[in-house]
């Protein structure tokens, strides 16, 4: 039988993560100091900001993005950036106040444009200039109409120059980048706003952060100049849920950094529980070209903390930062207890990204992350620190994915279904459950512990489990399980899970796991406006997605092989199997009667790792059901 550790760091690829479902990290960042800014009205949301360090002096300075509460827009109170400083690497911060007065109006506008909350900050040290890129937004703005093209209003991204990282800075009197002028120029993208300017070595490049409205999807563009004034390029789509390839999503971009001659785009999770980091690069000098950018993280990016002024996760934008003396120092957003915004630093060395041990939590919702490996017998030996409540799960047959197409989404009722569970609570309780396919409960046995909770046992030979606990014999109970689920682990909200040991020893076999069709949907980056809810039909997941013409669903998936599920109906047609970006074959769905949703193409045959699964109408109606991923545990990594 094999021991395997799966806190260790060379095993955190065993570990799945996803933007919307929950992202054990083994990342090495700690906070540094104190928080530096803690949100107050009219500005409850500080959830945007960079992080600058001045090559002259070796100050630091984060730029940090207020909002009134909810993104709000308001005139009376326009989004503002904040300067604060650091002479101490970090430690301690001075906050120098507001950095554009307000008032300044783009030429041939008719109203100010004071709206400029997200900054990044870049300097030229041929021309002692500091270069500040900036979004910004006329004053008459509503979230009614930043998406439409009008006449009354615009928005997009700009720059300013001055001396010193502290202003006084002088706003060029044209943006260049106008939504107004770009309007249905970027396929589904209707605005641009956060962007980040950088120096090549005979040019300059733009990336600008674009939002698709009702279609929650996020892409990056990209513009290049010979100077900062201009003329500007044509914008090109570099990152986008279009890609052909396994991209994760929903992930918003915002803003980027360089070090060693390469650029990296982080992406946040746009879920309820936002922990998941994706991070992008490409080289610096070929950034421009589409086929230059790679996923560099799958997540395990970052990791939450049991702090007051973090208690929602990181919240808002991604991380920002910079590489100085091996040190890679961010900043990064969250929320407080109150639901308001604050922004803090951490560090990390640049070549130590990972360490032993992960942490794994829930915030405004819960999170699941299944194991990449399954065992029909095991011991589980586990030892963590938790808040909250979190649940060791075994025989996990969920259906995964989002709950709803939408920002803020959580993982559906079905991926939090369908296993036993160890349930600890950090009240000590603790409770042996089995969840049925609609989530209902039946407890097995419960109790409490004498003291706080930090070891579990858990023994499962053939169809009995028993239970150790902080070392001492708990209970034990007759269960059936299959060969083929895997073991998951939840975090609930408000609950973070820590833990220095998961060793399991058993035979590793094959795992299988099943999406649903929202996380097709989102991870294809449609509108949900163009399917169908086909009652009639008999679907595994509770959407019944029906769609034809140019709708497509797409799966990211990390195996080597799969089942796509659909009905079959009078009412469809035939359905195409693409595979990370090539055309595999076609499923007929069309039949006399009504069929109960069964595999209708599967493929086999796929070396172990990451792809995409997309499905797209060839004649007629397509169904979108679920995908049955299967994978091989002796190659994950």
């Known amino acids: 039988m094999m021991k395997t550790d799966f806190t260790k760091k060379e095993n955190r690829n065993y570990w799945l993560r996803h933007p919307t479902l929950g992202d054990p990290s083994f990342d090495t960042f700690e906070k540094l100091g104190n928080t530096v800014h803690k949100s107050e009205p009219p500005y409850e949301w ?38 604060y400083k650091s002479t101490d690497d970090g430690k301690t911060w ?27 900050m870049c300097y030229d040290e041929k021309e002692d200039t500091y270069w500040l890129c900036y979004d910004w937004a006329d004053n008459n703005i509503t979230w009614e109409n930043a998406h439409k093209s009008n006449n009354s209003s615009d928005s997009g991204a700009a720059l300013a120059w001055a001396k010193s990282p502290e202003g006084p800075f002088k706003r060029l009197e044209k943006p260049f980048f106008s939504n107004n002028e770009q309007y249905g120029k970027l396929g589904i993208f209707s605005r641009g706003y956060a962007s980040t300017l950088l120096k090549r070595k005979s040019d300059w490049i733009a990336f600008t952060l674009l939002d698709s409205g009702k279609h929650f999807s996020w892409g990056l563009a990209c513009m290049t100049a010979k100077t900062p004034n201009g003329p500007w390029s044509q914008p090109v789509l570099l990152l986008s849920p279009e890609r052909p390839e396994y991209y994760p999503a929903p992930v918003e971009f915002h803003p980027c950094f360089t070090t060693e001659n390469k650029v990296y785009a982080p992406a946040t999770s746009v879920s309820k529980n936002r922990n998941y980091q994706a991070v992008f690069s490409a080289s610096l000098e070929r950034s421009h070209l589409p086929s230059s950018w790679c996923l560099a993280s799958d997540g395990g990016v970052w990791h939450s903390r049991m702090m007051a002024d973090e208690k929602y996760g990181i919240w808002g934008q991604t991380i920002h930062g910079f590489v100085h003396k091996n040190d890679f120092f961010v900043m990064y957003p969250a929320k407080d207890e109150r639901g308001f915004g604050t922004l803090s630093v951490a560090k990390r060395k640049w070549d ?65 279904s369908s296993y036993y569970a160890l349930v600890l609570k950090e009240t000590n309780e603790y409770k042996l459950i089995y969840k049925d396919q609609f989530a209902k409960e039946d407890v097995l046995f419960d109790g409490s512990c004498e003291g706080k909770i930090k070891s579990v046992t858990i023994a499962k ?122 055309l595999f074959g076609t499923a007929n769905l069309n039949s006399a009667v009504d069929e109960l949703s069964k595999p209708v193409y599967s493929v086999v045959s796929l070396e172990q790792g990451n792809h995409s699964v997309e499905l797209r109408p060839f004649t007629g109606k397509i169904a979108v059901d679920i995908l049955e991923v299967e994978g091989n545990c002796t190659s994950v990594n």
């Open 352 to 416: 130590e990204p990972f360490s032993d041990g992960f942490t794994f939590s829930g915030h405004a919702d819960k999170s699941i992350s299944p194991l990449l490996v399954s065992y029909k017998d095991f011991v589980l030996d586990a030892e963590f620190d938790f808040t909250g409540t979190i649940e060791i799960v075994f025989d996990y047959a969920g259906i995964l994915g989002p709950d709803k197409h939408d920002s803020d989404a959580s993982p559906h009722k079905q991926s939090l």
């Open 94 to 120: 001075v906050n120098l106040g507001y950095g554009f007065e307000l008032g300044f109006k783009f030429d041939g506008h008719q109203s100010a444009s004071d709206g400029c909350p997200d900054v990044v």
């Open 46 to 83: 500080g959830v945007n900001g960079s992080l600058f360090v001045d090559p002259k002096t070796g100050h630091f300075y984060l730029y940090g993005g207020i909002y009134p509460y909810g993104y709000a827009t308001s005139q009376t109170n326009p989004t503002r950036f904040l300067i």
């Open 461 to 582: 030979s053939n169809e009995t489990v028993d239970i150790i606990m902080n070392g001492k014999n708990v209970a034990g109970a007759g269960i059936r399980t299959s060969s083929k689920n895997p073991i998951a682990i939840v975090a609930h909200e408000f609950s973070v899970l820590n833990c220095a040991k998961f060793e399991i020893e058993g035979e590793r076999l094959p795992y299988i796991l099943k999406y649903n069709s929202h996380d097709a949907i989102l991870n294809a980056g449609q509108a949900i406006q163009n399917w169908d809810d086909e009652k009639t039909l008999d679907f595994h997941a509770d959407e019944h997605f029906t769609g034809e013409g140019k709708v497509k669903a797409k799966w990211n998936i990390i195996g080597n092989k799969f089942s796509v599920y659909s009905p079959k109906s009078p009412k469809l047609g035939v359905m195409e199997i693409w595979v990370d970006g090539c």
